[in-house]
């Protein structure tokens, strides 16, 4: 037990420390912080080379970097320039593999990632090279090596034999790269699996998938050559398929494009994202355990010279699609799907019930969009948040000609009085651009929302209303004045 007076000289003695530090430390007060506390900060900086660069900053810092699991990264991600002279891309190749060589005493690498912007046969040793430094050498957790363009996939680099073999990597992301393993596949740490731009076999991909019991992700971005994806591990969980729209470097051959059916009876999170020209074939039963999909594709009608015969054919796909997830907890839909929905019901088709109760909508602002909001919601009447955001989200001009705005204002009205909302607790519009003369569908849909949701708590508006018609606060009088069923009701204005 302290007495007061030991106390007091306990006190002062502190204060005299922290004077002493104060007076001799002005400069370099981190030096005084403990290893833990540092070694945290150094942990934080993203780049291996802003680490070292901290040993400048005092002698006891020499040597603390040292003890930090560092990233190396080279090129830009990305880059699509594909441009670039044969000496631009010697340099950057030279330059990586020189640097790797300082690094290979260091004994603490966590990630490599590494961008050139295109392969050539001549750059083939040192692509080697950093791949064994990966994987044999460093022992990264993380190993990105993504080529930027390569004009045929027969011509893009081989990813080495030896290279299929390793238990220390658990993120592995390879673009633009051939796979092609020739014996049996060992990634037994590899939690995350990323591929893209590349052709596969159905066999090859079963072989690599077989050797990662440990898969909890997995992305293919524009893959060529498959046509059945069976997962049977039940720790594989989140299945993510892209096609890039804008993907000019690979315009592979037709014969090589195949429709895709995925059996996954236990992953709970799906993608599809992009531009699909075959079909993907999705049945209830074989994504039993689905909890999130996320359908955000689209459609480019100039490839196809009869239009209303794709324009069909996409309609029954959706429709395919829509029942496959109908049991689903989380639905995310993109614009071309909500776009189709009134084509569908023009031709007599009623969307299948919904259990969502996470429903976000990718809208453009397009009388045809507001029609699809209607219908979706007309089936969703779990539903207890909805998200509509509108950013950057064009609509498919050519489904536009197909109906008309007269018409689907008389299909809203009749949609007025035949939905419940019973469970809609959370409304939020973000990313609304606009003026109050150009929000026609806008207004009808937040007056719709109000009256059919019995049990709202808040609606959310983030939006930046636009033009001289009409002043902010008229605006956001204009959605006050609105009647709502809910008398728990809150309106909330949020402005970018």
């Known amino acids: 037990m302290h007495k007061i007076g030991d106390a007091h000289t306990h006190c002062s003695s502190n204060s005299m420390e922290e004077s002493k530090i104060m007076a001799k430390g002005d400069r ?3 030096s005084h912080l403990p290893d833990k506390v540092l070694l945290h900060i150094l942990s934080m900086l993203p780049e291996g080379k802003e680490v ?3 040993s400048v900053l005092s002698q006891r810092w020499r040597v603390l970097w040292r003890s930090v699991a560092v990233s190396l990264n080279f090129g830009v991600p990305n880059n699509p320039s ?4 044969k000496k631009e891309l010697l340099t950057f190749v030279a330059s990586t593999s020189r640097e790797l060589h300082y690094w290979r005493s260091y004994g603490k690498i966590k990630a490599f990632r590494v961008f ?8 083939v040793k040192d692509v080697d090279f950093w791949v064994h430094f990966a994987s044999k050498v460093a022992n990264v957790e993380e190993f990105t090596l993504k080529f930027a363009c390569v004009s045929f996939p027969d011509f893009a680099y081989k990813f080495p034999q030896f290279a299929f073999k390793n238990t220390t990597l658990r993120n592995l992301v390879l673009d633009n790269c051939q796979l092609n393993p020739s014996g049996s596949v060992n990634w037994s740490s590899l939690v995350s699996l990323s591929i893209g731009h590349l052709k596969l076999t159905d066999s090859v991909l079963e072989k690599i998938l077989s050797g990662c019991p440990n898969l909890e992700s997995l992305e293919l971005d524009s893959v060529l050559g498959i046509s059945r994806l069976e997962i049977s591990s039940v720790k594989l969980r989140k299945l993510i398929i892209l096609n890039d729209e804008n993907d000019r470097c690979n315009k592979w051959h037709e014969e090589d494009t195949n429709s895709l059916e995925i059996i996954a009876p ?35 009608f100039i490839e196809f010279e009869d239009e209303k015969e794709k324009l069909e054919e996409e309609c029954r796909y959706l429709k395919e699609l829509l029942l496959s997830v109908a049991h689903v907890k989380n639905l995310e839909l993109g614009p071309l799907c909500i776009e189709c929905f009134p084509i569908l019901e023009l031709r007599g088709w009623q969307s299948p019930q919904s259990s969502c109760k996470f429903l976000k909508l990718n809208a453009a602002l397009k009388h045809l969009d507001f ?15 909805l998200i509509i955001d509108w950013k950057n989200h064009k609509p498919i001009d050519r ?3 197909y109906t008309n705005e007269v018409e689907q204002v008389r299909r809203f009205e009749t949609h007025n009085g035949n939905c419940s909302l019973p469970h809609l607790k959370t409304i939020k519009f973000s990313n609304f651009l606009g003026s109050l003369s150009g929000i026609k569908f806008v207004l009808l849909l937040v007056k719709y929302l109000l009256k059919n949701a019995t049990v ?10 636009i033009g001289n018609d009409v002043s902010r606060d008229k605006m956001e009088q204009t959605f006050l004045s609105f009647p709502r069923s809910s008398p728990h009701a809150s309106i909330v204005f949020s402005h970018p």
């Open 28 to 30: 370099d007060r981190l």
């Open 52 to 54: 070292v660069r901290t």
């Open 82 to 85: 594909n441009e670039r002279s």
């Open 116 to 123: 050139p912007f295109r392969y050539k046969y001549y750059i």
């Open 266 to 300: 236990y992953i709970r999170n799906l993608v599809l994202s992009g531009f699909f020209y075959d079909e993907i074939r999705l049945h209830e039963s074989n994504v039993a355990s689905l909890v999130t999909a996320v359908l955000h594709f689209n459609v480019d």
């Open 371 to 385: 029609a699809g909001i209607y219908s979706l919601l007309q089936s969703s009447s779990d539903v207890e948040t």
């Open 399 to 401: 489904l536009l000609s």
């Open 456 to 465: 709202l708590e808040k609606l959310v508006i983030a939006a930046g209303f």
